[in-house]
Each structure stands twice: as C-alpha cells, then as structure tokens.
C-alpha cells in the first residue's frame, strides 16, 4: 500500500519538496532557490518557468535522495507562498508576464482608488481583509490593463491563478484551472461567507469571471500528477495557501488554537471554527481551510519586523555574528535593564496601524551595553507578538490555552520562553518544525485515505518543547505597561508636520 506523501512547497524565495512518511516523519527534503527580480523600487516579481522548473526538480531529487519508489507515493500536496499573482494563455499555457509577488506594491494607487470610491466597508465585510495592494485583486486588474487584454480575458482566453493555481495547471494532468479556498481567501475578490467569487469586486476592478479558477477544497482529489513529471499518475490531493497550511500542520484544529511562525516577520493565525470572527483591532478574517465544502476560518496579524530585528542587529549595527549567538548573550544578563527596543522599521502594523510609527531604543542609562541591546531586540519579536494575541483574544473573547511555535526563529529558547512570560501561557514547538510543508501533507493524506480522520491527525502533531511561564503576574505586567509607553513614543514619528 502506498504510505508516503510528499508536500510541495513553493515559497518567496525557493521551491521545497518534502517527503513524509505514514508517520508524518521527514523521510528526505530538497529545496531550490530562485531569483527575486526588482524592476524598480518597491516592485518585486519572479519569473514563471524558474517557479516551476525548480519546484519539479525539488520533488524529482526528493523522491531520488528519499529512495523510495513511486508506487509508494500515496499523495502530493501543495502549499506556496500567498497572493502572488500569474496570467496565462489557456491555449498555450505560457505566462503573459513575470508572477507579481505578495510584496510589490506598485498597486498601491489603485488601492487608494477603491478606498477614495468607498467601497472599504464592503472589502472588510465580504471578504475579511483590509483593503492592502498586497493581495491579488488589484495585482490581476493592474495586468489586464497594463497588457491590454481586457477582451482575451472575457473571451476566458486567459487563466489568473496564484501560485497554487500556476503549479496545478502545470503539474496536473488535463491541466485544470483550479485554486483552493484559502488561496481564494486571499485575493480581496472572493466572499469568504458565501465562498464565491464577489461581483461587486470583480466590476470594480474591471475583472471578468472568465478568468478566474474555479475553486476546490483544501483537501480533496483535484487530478493526477501528469506521469512526464515522475514517470506514473499519483493524486495531488491537496492545496493551501503557506499559514493555513501551517496552522494545519500544527494540529491547530479546535476553535481557540493558535501558532506563531517566527521568521524573517512572524504570522498569527488562530482557528476561529466555523464562525467568521471580526476584528475590532485590525488582524484580517480569512478561510483557515476548506473541506467536504465545509469552511473553518481563522484570524490572522502579522508582525513586520521580527528576525529581520536580529538581521539588523548582525548586519547594520555589527553586534553580533550569527542570530543563534542571540540566544547566550541574552542569557548572560538579568534583564534589559529598562531598556526597550521598538523596531518599528516600515510602521506598526495590527493592532495600532500607524505608518508613521519608527524604530527605536529607549531607557538607555550608563550601564547599557551590547547584551540589553541584543537582549531587547529578542524582547521585542516576543512583545509585538503578544500584542497580536492579546488583539485576538479581544475579539474572540477568550485567551488562549497555548501557543504552537514554528519557524527559523523558534529554535531560540530565551526567546521562547520570554514568549511565554509575557504572554502568561505556555508555548509549545513540534517535534517536525517543517509545518507548513506538513500542513499540506496531512491534507494530502487526509483525501486519500493515508489517515482516516481529524483525530488520528491530531493524535500525529508531537511536541518537542513545552514552556511554562516563569514570570510573575506583576513583573509581567510592568514589562507590559514598559513596552507600551516605548511603543507610544515611536509613534506618528514620520509624519511631517
Ligand atoms: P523566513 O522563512 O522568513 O526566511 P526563517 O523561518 O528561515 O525565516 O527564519 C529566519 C529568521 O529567523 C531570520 O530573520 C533570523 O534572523 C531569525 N533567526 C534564526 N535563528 C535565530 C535564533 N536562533 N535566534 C533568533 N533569531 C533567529
């Protein structure tokens, strides 16, 4: 009986393929980096082909170093990296331009437009997000009127798909046009309450439906991966946008569970079940995941600046060489000793929402060294983070049980349990930290029968660390109230007079 899955993950800045086996192990991993393009400033994108050249040969060598033999692949699930968006010929399949990523902002003013026409309120209610160029919508309405093709595209002579969409129109046999619910989700052109694609949206932007994909569960059978790839037909099975997936693979599958993946920022979600949960504070509704038709939802808030603070740290200020030494100089102090960092860097984001917002580092006295500096900053990733848990509880209503850690930055322990300490919960990480790849392939697995049911899956997801907080409730609370008044003076700073 086929027993393995593997999960393709196409993310920012490469193309992994991971393989697991029945018991959710990693039996062998391959990833291949791409080029980022920056045409001019603020604008990034990634070339199609080198998307999907290095997403095969990712799956191609992980199947070869993991040695087993295709007949054993039960399944494969694709999880990538949100929002970017592509335009392809139905006929020929070739991309009519570069893939525009998350991160380009050259939407900004057609953003502004949709605002300045008042169509806000109904982007918030319909489909949760706050209206941000970062989505795709404007991305795709921005290629058909850059590329003049409003007419192929009503003709339904054009595909749009995010990169899901791309790798599945690429990868599956009789080419489906297809993407998933929390793709979907993520566009700012689809009701997350009704699950379809919102008209009102899609005139805005001038956008027809011929163009869209149509849009399939989570996890479920979507096609065969087409034999030329790896020489026999196995089912693709599943789809999800990176933190849905995440989220998934963290087991986060009841109401009130959530995970934070600290990298380069850190991502919040927390499953709010099958109710759409609004914010009073700024964090995005959004489709957790959908299956048997069935949609469970989750709140999301970001933080901008989180190991990109220890990056600074090691490559603008020189204080350290390596993020790990983080970890013991932290370690070597008491306390920040009053001392806060604020790395507000681009502006605050959830739940302050202030552009003008700028880093800094406050409460420095005679004695400040090195150690409070770096020690700060770690301090710092932990509070925003905090910050986000407490908006979410807020707008639930409950505070939660646990946080499930993930992510490059989730290997410090100070952190962690600094984590902890200021949030007054424990902080758990999986033994498997590749949670976005395993999100996907529980998913797979799931549609295909390698495991039978959510609870078998919950009884899969293993903890490697569980931290208590150690902080008293006083303590906590001055830290708080500190990191509060620091963020305070940070803000409105960039605003011109
Ligand atoms: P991304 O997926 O965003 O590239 P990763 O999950 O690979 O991020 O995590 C890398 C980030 O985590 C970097 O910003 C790095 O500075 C930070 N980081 C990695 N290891 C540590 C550590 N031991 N302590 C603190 N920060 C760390």
New binding site residues.
């Given amino acids: 009986m086929a027993k393995y899955v593997i999960a393709l993950d196409q ?1 920012t ?1 490469s193309s992994r393929a991971v393989v697991f086996d029945e018991h959710a192990q990693i039996v062998a991993m391959k990833s291949y980096e791409f080029e980022q393009i920056y045409p001019q400033p603020g604008w990034v994108e990634h070339d199609p082909t080198a998307i999907l050249n290095t997403q095969v040969d990712a799956l191609r060598e992980a199947v070869r170093i993991s040695g087993i033999s295709v007949e054993e692949i039960a399944a494969i699930g694709i999880t990538n990296q949100r929002e970017t968006t592509l335009l392809w010929d139905r006929e020929t399949g070739r991309p009519l331009h570069n893939a525009i990523v998350w991160q380009c902002r050259r939407t900004a003013p057609i953003v502004k437009k949709l605002c300045d026409d008042g169509y806000e309120p109904h982007i918030r209610r319909v489909t949760g997000l706050v209206p941000d160029a970062y989505f795709s919508g404007t991305k795709l309405s921005w290629l058909l009127d850059h590329l003049d093709v409003h007419d192929r595209a009503e003709r339904g002579e054009l595909c749009f798909g995010t990169v899901d969409s791309f790798l599945a129109w690429n990868l599956i046999a009789g080419r489906p046009h297809v993407t998933d619910a929390t793709n979907a989700s993520r566009t700012m052109l689809f009701d997350i309450e009704k699950n379809e694609w919102d008209d009102t949206l899609l005139d805005a932007l001038r956008i027809p439906r011929a163009v869209l994909p149509k849009v399939v569960d989570s996890s479920g059978v979507i096609g065969m991966l087409d034999p030329a790839i790896l020489g026999r037909a196995i089912p693709v099975a599943a789809i999800a946008g990176d933190q849905h997936s995440a989220l998934f693979g963290q087991g986060c599958f009841a109401p009130g569970m959530m995970k934070n ?5 850190c991502f919040l979600l927390m499953n709010t079940g099958n109710r759409i949960a609004r914010s009073e504070n700024g964090l995005v509704s959004t489709i957790a995941w959908r299956i048997g038709g069935k949609c469970t939802y989750a709140l999301e808030g970001s933080v901008f600046v ?3 603070a ?2 600074w740290l ?1 490559d603008e200020m020189k204080l350290i060489e390596r ?2 030494e ?2 013991i100089i932290a370690n070597s102090i008491e306390d920040c000793g009053g001392v806060y960092l604020v790395p507000t860097f681009t502006g605050l984001g959830a739940p302050y929402w202030d552009m003008y917002s700028r880093g800094l580092i406050i409460g420095l006295t005679r004695g400040t060294g090195r150690a409070h500096i770096v020690r700060a900053a ?1 301090e710092s990733i932990a509070y925003q983070s905090a910050d986000l848990v407490q908006a979410m509880a807020t707008d639930c209503g409950r505070r939660p049980a646990e946080l499930r850690v993930d ?3 989730s ?2 322990q100070f ?1 962690m349990q600094f984590q902890s300490d200021v949030l007054g919960c424990r902080v758990v990480r999986p033994a498997v930290i590749e949670t976005t790849a395993l999100g996907a392939a529980l998913m797979a697995g799931l549609a295909v029968g390698v495991w039978k049911d959510m609870d078998e899956l919950s009884r899969i997801w293993r903890m490697d660390l569980s931290l208590a907080p150690k902080m008293d409730d006083a303590k906590r609370e001055a830290s708080l109230k500190g990191w509060h008044r620091a963020v305070e003076r940070s803000m409105r700073w960039a605003q011109e007079d």
Avoid: D, F
């Fill in positions: 993310g800045t993946t600290y990298g380069t920022g989180a190991g990109a220890i990056q090691r993020a790990s983080t970890e770690l992510g490059g930055a290997a410090n952190l």
